[in-house]
């Protein structure tokens, strides 16, 4: 999965994901997924406001988004092979975090910079 932000998809007009992937990661789950709802509100308003029919980024802003992701990407691998058995570590087999599944380091207030 390629996103801009975590929220939209090249391909994919006004589709919005929600979750981790290339976003920030909390430990409030409910709270990030509130945030993210109200940010997808903002950009359904902005459009209305523009009489625009559609949301879908471009293929450049995604790839320039998924090479921050790559650059600023939170790497745990160590913890993960290290951790007991369970649901982030794939049940003690974890793969090598590939750039589309990855969060940001710093949480979801951090600035990107």
Same mark, same amino acid.
């Given at each position: 999965m !390629?996103? +801009?932000h975590?929220?939209?998809s090249?391909?994919?007009p006004? @589709?919005?994901?929600?979750?981790?992937t290339?976003?920030?990661?909390?430990a409030?789950?409910p709270?990030? +997924?509130?945030e993210?709802?109200?940010?997808i509100?903002?950009?359904?308003k902005h459009a209305?406001s523009?009489?625009?029919r @559609?949301?879908?980024?471009t293929?450049?802003?995604?790839?320039e988004?998924?090479?921050?992701?790559?650059? !600023?990407a939170?790497?745990?691998q160590d913890? +993960?092979?290290? @951790?007991?058995?369970?649901?982030?570590?794939?049940?003690?087999?974890?793969e090598k975090?590939?750039?589309?599944r990855?969060?940001?380091r710093g949480?979801? &207030?951090s600035?990107? &910079?």
């Amino acid at each position: 999965m !390629k996103t +801009l932000h975590g929220f939209c998809s090249v391909g994919f007009p006004n @589709c919005f994901h929600m979750g981790i992937t290339q976003n920030a990661l909390t430990a409030n789950f409910p709270h990030m +997924l509130e945030e993210q709802s109200r940010h997808i509100a903002e950009l359904i308003k902005h459009a209305k406001s523009q009489e625009a029919r @559609c949301i879908e980024p471009t293929a450049e802003a995604e790839a320039e988004w998924v090479a921050t992701i790559k650059e !600023k990407a939170m790497n745990n691998q160590d913890f +993960l092979e290290a @951790c007991t058995p369970g649901y982030y570590n794939n049940e003690g087999k974890p793969e090598k975090a590939s750039a589309w599944r990855r969060t940001i380091r710093g949480g979801p &207030s951090s600035s990107t &910079s």
